[in-house]
């Protein structure tokens, strides 16, 4: 079983900034933080979950086409821990934000982010709120 906790979500104007954690724990043995595809998502009450951006255990990222170039994916395997860099922040973005773990797969810039139905563990979400 592996445990996700997220944690940086917060109110902030748009043009802000903010930056969200995921800490992994309760990897069994033979399996560690990079043996996963690690995703974010985000989900307004009332509208289906939407995958924002993914980085693979080979290190290959995706994002979505509303967040490229303002979000950065990244993970710190040492650390067991998955950030989402949130730059140039707008209203839009509003939303609980979830991380989650899934079986490693190729990804491709041009390819948007898997859905998530094909990702098994998931943390409980932060809010992050972004005021015009």
């Known amino acids: 079983q592996v445990h996700l906790v997220e944690s940086g979500g917060g109110s902030v104007q748009a043009g802000g900034s903010l930056r969200l954690s995921c800490a992994g724990s309760?990897?069994?043995?033979?399996?560690?933080?990079?043996?996963?595809?690690m995703a974010w998502f985000r989900q307004v009450p009332g509208e289906e979950r939407e995958g924002v951006a993914a980085?693979?255990?080979?290190?290959?990222?995706t994002y979505a086409d509303s967040v490229k170039g303002r979000f950065t994916i990244s993970q710190d395997n040492a650390k067991n821990t998955l950030y989402l860099q949130m730059n140039s922040l707008k209203p839009e973005d509003t939303a609980m934000y979830y991380c989650?773990?899934?079986?490693?797969?190729?990804?491709?810039?041009?390819?948007?982010?898997?859905?998530?139905?094909?990702?098994?563990?998931w943390g409980q979400g932060t809010q992050v709120t972004v005021s015009s």
């Open positions: 989650a773990a899934g079986a490693p797969r190729r990804l491709w810039g041009h390819i948007p982010p898997p859905p998530d139905y094909d990702f098994l563990y």
């Open positions: 309760g990897y069994t043995s033979g399996y560690t933080y990079s043996s996963y595809c």
């Open positions: 980085i693979n255990n080979d290190g290959t990222t």
